[in-house]
């Protein structure tokens, strides 16, 4: 089985349990067992499930399913929000998640921040810079280690799925403000693992005020 087919495997098993969020998930290698793949194949999947937000690791406990945002029924209230109320929301929480972060990170989040910004990093085309820039800033989230802040990041997403952005967001991806993204992702990862939580908080505000400007630009 390649590579790819068994890390599906492993997320498609899990996603089509019958398991409630909330719950515990069994451990890499009776997962590994299980399912006839190596433990480096659910390590994987586990960490692409992470970066989705459908799992949590808690360092010393496990790894549980995570509350998913709703993504049906968003109220009349999330369906009329503009791209500006979006960033302009960003801009007032993020910074505050990364100085959090700063506090209240582990080894594992540490690794995981770098790893998702070097996915930033290797991205070459508009989906995946999505994808790897949507998962930096939710791996932020996540290492605040707050679950309340949690699920308010994941609402922000849920929002920013409803909305509509037009092409927009392709204008922003231009190729000087990738290369300012890939700085600025660095910086913020930086700060975090100093522990240093007024940089992250600056680095990050930085970060997205630059993104609204480039968003907002006429």
């Given at each position: 089985?390649?590579?790819?087919?068994?890390?599906?495997?492993?997320?498609?098993?899990?996603?089509?349990?019958?398991?409630?969020?909330?719950?515990?998930?069994?451990?890499?290698?009776?997962?590994?067992?299980?399912?006839?793949?190596?433990?480096?194949?659910?390590?994987?999947?586990?960490?692409?499930?992470?970066?989705?937000?459908?799992?949590?690791?808690?360092?010393?406990?496990?790894?549980?399913?995570?509350?998913?945002?709703?993504?049906?029924?968003?109220t009349s209230?999330?369906?009329?929000?503009?791209?500006?109320?979006?960033?302009?929301?960003?801009?007032?929480?993020?910074?505050?998640?990364?100085?959090?972060?700063?506090?209240?990170?582990?080894?594992?989040?540490?690794?995981?921040?770098?790893?998702?910004?070097?996915?930033?990093?290797?991205?070459?085309?508009?989906?995946?810079?999505?994808?790897?820039?949507?998962?930096?800033?939710?791996?932020?989230?996540?290492?605040?280690?707050?679950?309340?802040?949690?699920?308010?990041?994941?609402?922000?997403?849920?929002?920013?799925?409803?909305?509509?952005?037009?092409?927009?967001r392709q204008?922003?991806?231009?190729?000087?403000?990738?290369?300012?993204?890939?700085?600025?992702?660095?910086?913020?990862?930086?700060?975090?693992?100093?522990?240093?939580?007024?940089?992250?908080?600056?680095?990050?505000?930085?970060?997205?005020?630059?993104?609204?400007?480039?968003?907002?630009?006429?």
């Amino acid at each position: 089985m390649k590579a790819d087919a068994a890390v599906e495997k492993v997320r498609s098993h899990l996603l089509r349990g019958n398991a409630e969020d909330g719950a515990k998930l069994p451990t890499e290698r009776a997962l590994a067992e299980t399912l006839g793949v190596s433990r480096n194949v659910v390590r994987k999947a586990l960490a692409a499930m992470e970066m989705e937000g459908r799992v949590v690791r808690k360092v010393g406990s496990g790894t549980y399913l995570a509350h998913q945002p709703r993504r049906a029924g968003m109220t009349s209230d999330v369906l009329d929000l503009s791209p500006k109320q979006i960033v302009e929301a960003r801009l007032a929480v993020e910074p505050n998640l990364a100085a959090m972060a700063a506090m209240n990170c582990t080894t594992h989040d540490l690794a995981h921040l770098t790893e998702c910004a070097q996915r930033y990093h290797l991205a070459d085309d508009f989906e995946t810079y999505e994808q790897a820039d949507q998962g930096f800033h939710r791996a932020i989230a996540m290492a605040t280690h707050n679950p309340l802040l949690v699920r308010a990041y994941e609402a922000f997403l849920a929002a920013d799925e409803e909305i509509e952005w037009g092409n927009i967001r392709q204008r922003l991806l231009t190729a000087e403000r990738r290369v300012a993204s890939r700085r600025e992702h660095d910086k913020i990862v930086a700060a975090i693992r100093s522990r240093d939580a007024t940089a992250a908080y600056n680095a990050t505000r930085e970060h997205l005020e630059q993104i609204t400007s480039a968003l907002l630009r006429p």
